[in-house]
Structures are given as structure tokens and as C-alpha cells.
């Protein structure tokens, strides 16, 4: 958790982060066979109606699954649904993709 940070302050340290950790610990982890290191992290904030600690982990856990399933090596952070709408005041949230797709496959 990162107090008094913005959802884009929190979404573009996660994804140094997950680029950080491929440069430097790829480089020797590529020594062993068959292994391939993924980061995917999950973003929320407590815009999105969280109230308790618990509660935001909840909603980052949310992102950081759709993460995993949208291809792993990711991050992914909760949006609106509909724009214009204060976060809290929404019934659904959904969950956006932050990293951006490279290749022809998606894979980074």
C-alpha cells in the first residue's frame, strides 16, 4: 500500500517495478532452463469505495487475477465503468490493462 498516491502514480510504479524486476533478475534466472519470471500486479485505490484495508486488497486481488488471465506479466488496475460516474457511487467496477501489448501475439 502506498498512502497519498494517486491510482496513476500507483499504476506507473507498478509497472517500473514489473519492468525492473524482468531486467534484473531476468538476466540470471535466463541461466536456468525452462524457467520464464513474470510479474503481474494488481492496482485499486481507495476512490473505488474501499473502507477498510481489507477492503482495497480485495480489489487489487480482483486486478491482479485479471492480470494472470489476461496473459500474466502485466498490470492491471480498476476503472469506472461509466465515465463521468464518481467510482464510488458504481455498482461495478472494471478492471483495465496498464501495461501496454507489444508483438504481434500480445506478449511482452
Known sequence: ?????????????????RIRVGAEAGSR?????????TVSIGVSAIAFGAR?????????????YAAKE??????????VLVPGMHPSEQLELQV???TPRSGPSGAR
Do not use: H, W, Y
Open 1 to 17: 500500500m502506498f498512502p497519498r498516491t494517486t491510482l496513476a502514480e500507483a499504476t506507473d510504479l507498478a509497472e517500473r517495478l
Open 29 to 37: 534466472l535466463r541461466m536456468v532452463s525452462g524457467l520464464t519470471l
Open 52 to 64: 477498510t484495508p481489507l477492503e482495497l486488497i480485495d480489489q487489487a486481488d480482483k486486478a491482479l
Open 70 to 79: 489476461g496473459g500474466r506479466n502485466c498490470v492491471m488496475a480498476l476503472a
Open 96 to 98: 483495465k490493462r496498464v
